[in-house]
């Protein structure tokens, strides 16, 4: 009777290891699947942006003689620039994430890297982002109108109107879709390590 019993309990504790086990898989990879829209909305910004750049770019040079265009160009692609490098080092810091053999303290230390690192850039991005869009209207209007925003001041007054109608409820929307995002990601690591402790 005691070796059934010593046998029952054995099955039981190997049970229990293993339902801890895929609930732990089962939260880490509910994890990573918030952090997969983030990650591949700042991919295809990335991809999206370095289009632009290159497009500003090539617009700016041909613009060499029109410095009224060529520099809001330039000043627009190097803003443009810096966006994309800081998207790139947030994707890299996404995907080390994803890494199955790492334990949860490690994830977690990662993790909060990162939001550290979207706290010290996220200023940065918000001026870049309103440097960008505001340079980019003359460039825009000039090659795909012909329209000179520089002749007229109510058209750069609507202009400057729009972009701040339009960029700020976006930013302030897309940095509360992030901050939910990470908000939930750092709850289901948590429940993690509190499966690993109990």
């Given at each position: 009777?005691?070796?059934?019993?010593?046998?029952?309990?054995?099955?039981?504790?190997?049970?229990?290891?293993?339902?801890?086990?895929?609930?732990?898989?089962?939260?880490?990879?509910?994890?990573?699947?918030?952090?997969?829209?983030?990650?591949?909305?700042?991919?295809?910004?990335?991809?999206?942006?370095?289009?632009?750049?290159?497009?500003?770019?090539?617009?700016?040079?041909?613009?060499?003689?029109?410095f009224r265009f060529s520099l809001p160009g330039f000043i627009a692609a190097g803003s443009a620039a810096f966006l994309i490098y800081f998207a790139v080092l947030r994707i890299s810091k996404i995907?080390?994430?994803?890494?199955?053999?790492?334990?949860?303290?490690?994830?977690?230390?990662?993790?909060?890297?990162?939001?550290?690192?979207?706290?010290?850039?996220?200023?940065?991005?918000?001026?870049?982002?309103?440097?960008?869009?505001?340079?980019?209207?003359?460039?825009?209007?000039?090659?795909?109108?012909?329209?000179?925003?520089?002749?007229?001041?109510?058209?750069?007054?609507?202009?400057?109107?729009?972009?701040?109608?339009?960029?700020?409820?976006?930013?302030?929307?897309?940095?509360?879709?992030?901050?939910?995002?990470?908000?939930?990601?750092?709850?289901?690591?948590?429940?993690?390590?509190?499966?690993?402790?109990g």
């Amino acid at each position: 009777m005691e070796s059934l019993w010593a046998q029952h309990n054995t099955k039981l504790e190997q049970n229990l290891k293993l339902q801890e086990e895929l609930l732990r898989e089962l939260k880490l990879t509910q994890a990573k699947r918030e952090l997969s829209r983030p990650l591949f909305s700042e991919i295809l910004s990335s991809i999206l942006t370095a289009m632009f750049v290159i497009y500003l770019g090539a617009v700016s040079f041909a613009l060499l003689d029109e410095f009224r265009f060529s520099l809001p160009g330039f000043i627009a692609a190097g803003s443009a620039a810096f966006l994309i490098y800081f998207a790139v080092l947030r994707i890299s810091k996404i995907k080390r994430l994803d890494e199955r053999s790492a334990s949860v303290l490690e994830l977690q230390k990662r993790f909060y890297a990162l939001q550290h690192y979207r706290s010290l850039v996220g200023r940065w991005e918000i001026v870049l982002g309103a440097i960008l869009l505001l340079a980019i209207w003359p460039i825009i209007l000039w090659t795909g109108f012909g329209v000179d925003l520089y002749e007229s001041s109510w058209l750069l007054g609507i202009t400057v109107g729009a972009c701040a109608l339009i960029g700020i409820p976006v930013g302030i929307w897309y940095g509360r879709f992030y901050r939910r995002k990470m908000g939930n990601t750092e709850i289901l690591l948590s429940e993690i390590k509190e499966l690993e402790k109990g």
